[in-house]
Structures are given as structure tokens and as C-alpha cells.
């Protein structure tokens, strides 16, 4: 996954007219303002949100050109790609010139974000916080969670990361044997037929049901297990901090009665 939401100005602040396309050398040609250029600019995001945790499998690597200079790896989770891989931090971010992380995914804390690059960057981008109105003296009761997080061993919460590694991976493996369980589709498994476990490496399981979504979703929270409704028609189900194992087949259950008092979805005749 990359992010293109790029603010281009000219000097005098007018916006510029900006275009983004994927050329076939997985380069991104860029048209601002009648200018062409090869992107400067490389976005990634290393756990891929749509390809259910895959860890360094589609990188997108920006052509330097004309006119633009950055090299942003954007890890919003950046631990949930560390754990798997076995390495401290992002797996493929020794190369980056600006790394942002974010501390809610997975880890507990309720808000909070790290920025990552030289000294110059980080002293820019305290100033521009503080322009946006991100300068609050009690800071520090919401960036304690934080440091609490990011703590080595038992005492913080990246290591533990890996149980909710496994509950997904319980989950998947339950929900593949379901009949009325399918593929998610996209880019989180394009291959039709039952939900492949395998592919499942992070916190977070997508599939699709033959049934009616929106009434399988809300029969499942009767039973007190709440999914999200995602695009392409798939289901996301979270594990995460305060979700344990029993918690895992009690949710195996619930999905079982659902997918039982909901009515299957007609099978299309060509």
C-alpha cells in the first residue's frame, strides 16, 4: 500500500493540479501543474491493512526525478511488521529518509505517533505541529501509554503482539474449515474458493461470507462479537490487547451460529 495524498503548491500557494499513475516498472509518473516527472517520492506502508499482514511483499519504488526529494516510508505498523519478520524495527525502513509510526496499532495506547529522520526534518516538523495547533503542555499524560508501550520484554507491549499473531491465525484456521466462509478476494487473496489461513501473518483476518453481509454482520453482534464491514464486500475481523484465546473460540462459535441463521446467498447460473 502506498499513500499519494501529496499537497503540491506553487510559490505563491495556489494549489497545483496533481496526477498520480502506476506505470508498468511499478515507477509512479507524476503531473503537477503541466510538469512530468518520475516520482522523488517513495511511499510504502510495510504491514499491508489489505493484504491481511503480508510483510515486505509490495514495495513500491519511486524513480528520483526532477523537482521533488523525499524518501517517506510510512509504518503505521511498523511493530506488527516487526514481529513476524524477527527484526527491532520495520523491516526495508534502514533506507528511509523519514519514518512515522504510530503507536495505536497493537500496542495499547490510545493516541500517539513517532517521526523518525535527521535533525533538520524533526526540527521542521516540531514547528509545523505546533502551526497545526499540536503544541499541548499536558502532552505527557497522553504520551505515557506510549513509553509504556514501546518497553522491552513482558514489561511493554511489542513482544506481546505476537499472541494476537496467533489468535488471528486460530481464527483463520477455524473460519477456513466454515461452509459459508470465502476467499476475501483483492489483493488479500485473489484466488476464489475457502479462506487460506496461510495467509493470514499479522492481527487481522479478512474473508467474505455467502450470505447477506449486512444481516450476517448484525446477527453476529447479537451473539456479542462485532466484525467490520470492509470494501470489496469482505469482513475484517481485530484481535488486540485485552482479547484472549477463550475470547477466540468464543467469537469460533458465534461465527458458526451466524453463518447457521442466515440465509445462503443463491449460487449464480450462467
Keep these: 500500500m502506498f499513500h499519494h495524498s501529496i499537497l503540491a503548491q506553487h510559490a505563491d500557494d495556489a494549489?497545483?493540479?496533481?496526477?498520480?499513475?502506476?506505470?508498468?516498472?511499478?515507477r509512479v509518473h507524476l503531473s503537477i501543474g503541466g510538469l512530468q516527472a518520475h516520482a522523488a517520492v517513495r511511499f510504502t506502508e510495510e504491514s499491508l491493512e489489505r493484504g491481511v499482514g503480508a510483510v515486505g511483499q509490495s514495495h513500491h519504488h519511486f524513480a528520483v526525478g526532477t523537482g521533488l526529494s523525499a524518501f517517506h516510508q510510512h509504518v503505521a505498523a511498523v511493530s506488527h511488521a516487526a514481529v513476524p519478520a524477527g527484526t527491532a524495527g520495520a523491516p526495508g525502513a534502514a533506507g528511509a529518509t523519514r519514518v512515522p509510526a504510530c503507536l495505536s496499532k497493537g500496542l495499547g495506547a490510545r493516541v500517539g505517533s513517532?517521526?523518525?529522520?535527521?535533525?533538520?526534518?524533526v526540527a521542521r516538523a516540531r514547528t509545523e505541529r505546533k502551526r497545526l495547533g499540536g503544541g499541548m503542555r499536558q502532552v505527557g499524560v497522553l504520551a505515557?501509554?506510549?513509553?509504556?508501550?514501546?518497553?522491552?520484554?513482558?514489561?511493554?507491549?511489542?513482544?506481546?503482539?505476537?499472541?494476537?499473531h496467533a489468535n488471528a491465525r486460530r481464527l483463520a484456521e477455524a473460519l477456513a474449515e466454515m461452509a459459508g466462509v470465502e476467499s476475501p478476494g483483492d489483493v488479500?487473496?485473489?484466488?476464489?474458493?475457502?479462506?487460506?489461513?496461510?495467509?493470514?501473518?499479522?492481527?487481522?483476518?479478512?474473508?467474505?461470507?455467502a450470505r447477506d453481509r449486512g444481516a450476517f454482520l448484525e446477527t453476529l453482534e447479537r451473539r456479542g462479537v462485532a466484525m467490520i464491514a470492509f470494501p470489496h464486500g469482505q469482513?475484517?475481523?481485530?484481535?488486540?490487547?485485552?482479547?484472549?484465546?477463550?475470547?477466540?473460540?468464543?467469537?469460533?462459535?458465534?461465527?458458526?451460529?451466524?453463518?447457521?441463521?442466515t440465509v445462503a446467498r443463491p449460487v449464480a447460473v450462467a
Excluded: C, W
Aim: glycine share 10%; no cysteine.
Design 188 to 209: 488479500a487473496q485473489p484466488e476464489p474458493g475457502p479462506l487460506d489461513p496461510n495467509r493470514v501473518r499479522a492481527s487481522f483476518v479478512l474473508f467474505r461470507v
Design 15 to 26: 494549489p497545483l493540479d496533481f496526477h498520480v499513475t502506476g506505470g508498468k516498472d511499478d
Design 114 to 121: 513517532l517521526l523518525a529522520g535527521s535533525a533538520d526534518f
Design 144 to 164: 505515557a501509554p506510549g513509553l509504556v508501550a514501546l518497553r522491552d520484554g513482558p514489561a511493554g507491549m511489542i513482544e506481546r503482539l505476537a499472541e494476537d
Design 235 to 261: 469482513i475484517r475481523a481485530v484481535t488486540h490487547y485485552g482479547i484472549e484465546a477463550p475470547d477466540i473460540e468464543a467469537t469460533i462459535a458465534a461465527v458458526r451460529g451466524a453463518l447457521a441463521e
